[in-house]
C-alpha cells in the first residue's frame, strides 16, 4: 500500500522539527506505519517552519506563493506511483484533490478543525479568505475525511459531510520518547506552549501570572511559541512588571528539547478557547505534567473530563490564576492530577495510531 501524503511543513530531524500538531501527526504516522507493506511518503510544500505566521498581508502574499509552490508539488506528485492520496491542512487539499481525481485515487482530507463562521472572529477582517475557502474545500467529492476529535467530526455533521464519510483519529504523543525525560528537576512552576495569536488566549496566563505574584513574588512561567501576539504580549508582561517572572522563547531546536522544557514545569497552562484536539496537553499529560486548560468542548473530550489537570473559565484570568494556585499550592491535589495524567496519555500512542490509520486506508482500498 502506498500512500501519498501532501504537507505544508515537514520535520527535516530524525529529531523531528515538531512545532504543532500538523507537523507531530505526520512525522510519527510516517515514523510508525512505514514498514514492508506500507509505503507512507510526504511532500511538504515548504521546508521550514511556517508556524507562527501572522494575518497580515505579508501573510497572504506568502501563501500566495505555498500556492505557486503547490502546483510544483502537484506536478511532482503525478510522476508518483500511489494508492490513495491524503491532505493534511487547507492549504493542501485541493492540491491533493486535484492530484487524486487525475489519477483516479482515493482521496483523504485529514482535517484538524472547522472554522466556518468563525474564521473573521479567530484571524480577523482577512478571515474572510478562509471562509471562502473552506466552504469550497467543503463541496468537493473526496473518500474519507479523517478528525482528531469527536468535536470536529460533529462540526463537520453541521457542515453538511455525512457522518458515514468521517473517522475519528485521535492524534497522539511518543510515549517511548516522553519516557526519557528526566522529570525530576523543576525549573519552571507554569509552562504555556501555543501559537501566539488572539485565539490561544496566552494574554490571559500573562494577567493571572500578576494575581499570582502577590502571594509569590518568585514564581517562574516559561512562554515558548510564536505568533503575531508575541511582542504585545511581551510589551503587558513589562508593563505589569513581570520581566523576572515570565520568560518567553520562540525557537525550540527539537521536539526533544520542547519536551525537555515541558517536563521541567510543575504545571502547564492552555487557555486556548479555539482547538481541534490540544496535543500539548496530552504530551504534558505523558510527562506527568498537569494541566490548568480552558473549559472548552473539545478539551473536556480529550481529557475525559479533567482527568490530565483542571478545568478554567475562558477568558478569565482570575478564574486562571486561581485554578493555577490550587494546583501549585495542593500537594495531594497536584500528585493525584499528575498520576491521572499519566494514566490519560497512555490512551494516545502514536504507534497504536498509525496503526490503526492504516487499517483505515486498508479499508479504503479494500485491502
Not at 527539537?254 to 519536551?259: A, D, K, R
Not at 473539545?298 to 483542571?310: F, H, N, Q, S, Y
Amino acid at each position: 500500500m502506498k500512500i501519498l501524503s501532501l504537507s505544508v511543513f515537514y520535520p527535516r530531524s530524525k529529531e523531528g522539527e515538531i512545532t504543532g500538531g500538523v507537523e507531530a501527526r505526520n512525522f510519527y504516522i510516517n515514523k510508525y506505519l512505514n514498514n514492508q507493506d506500507v509505503n507512507f511518503k510526504v511532500l511538504a510544500l515548504k521546508q521550514n517552519n511556517i508556524q507562527g505566521e501572522d494575518y497580515s498581508f505579508g501573510a497572504v502574499l506568502r501563501m500566495c506563493l505555498l500556492g505557486i509552490r503547490g502546483m510544483q508539488v502537484t506536478f511532482e506528485a503525478m510522476r508518483k506511483d500511489f494508492d490513495l492520496i491524503e491532505g493534511t491542512n487547507f492549504a493542501t487539499f485541493i492540491f491533493a484533490w486535484v492530484i487524486g481525481r487525475l489519477k483516479n485515487r482515493p482521496i483523504v482530507f485529514w482535517y484538524p478543525d472547522v472554522w466556518l463562521n468563525q474564521w473573521k472572529q479567530n484571524i480577523g477582517p482577512l478571515g474572510i479568505i478562509g471562509e471562502i475557502f473552506e466552504r469550497i474545500v467543503l463541496v468537493l467529492p473526496i473518500d474519507k475525511y479523517v478528525t482528531i476529535s469527536k468535536y470536529v467530526a460533529d462540526k463537520l455533521v453541521r457542515a453538511g459531510i455525512h457522518k458515514d464519510k468521517i473517522k475519528v483519529i485521535y492524534c497522539g504523543v511518543d510515549i517511548d520518547l516522553t519516557r526519557k525525560i528526566d522529570t525530576t528537576r523543576k525549573v519552571y512552576d507554569i509552562c504555556a506552549v501555543s501559537r501566539l495569536v488572539s485565539y490561544k488566549r496566552v494574554v490571559d496566563l500573562v494577567k493571572a501570572v500578576e494575581i499570582l505574584k502577590k502571594t509569590n513574588p518568585k514564581i517562574k512561567v516559561v512562554i515558548v511559541g510564536q505568533g503575531s501576539e508575541k511582542e504585545k504580549l511581551m510589551n503587558l508582561s513589562s508593563s505589569l512588571g513581570l520581566q523576572n517572572n515570565i520568560s518567553f522563547y520562540s525557537y525550540i531546536s527539537s521536539h526533544n528539547e520542547l519536551l525537555k522544557i515541558i517536563g521541567s514545569s510543575r504545571i502547564l497552562c492552555h487557555p486556548s478557547i479555539v482547538e481541534g484536539f490540544g496535543i500539548t496537553v496530552i504530551e504534558a499529560a505523558s510527562l506527568g505534567v498537569p494541566s490548568v486548560i480552558s473549559d472548552i468542548p473539545v478539551l473536556r473530550e480529550v481529557t475525559k473530563d479533567g482527568e490530565a489537570g483542571m478545568f478554567s473559565e475562558i477568558k478569565n484570568p482570575i478564574d486562571l490564576a486561581s485554578k493555577i494556585s490550587l494546583l501549585l499550592n495542593d500537594k495531594s491535589l497536584f500528585h493525584q492530577k499528575s498520576d491521572s495524567a499519566l494514566k490519560l496519555s497512555k490512551y494516545y500512542d502514536w504507534e497504536v495510531i498509525a496503526q490503526e490509520t492504516g487499517k483505515l486506508y486498508q479499508s479504503l482500498l479494500k485491502i
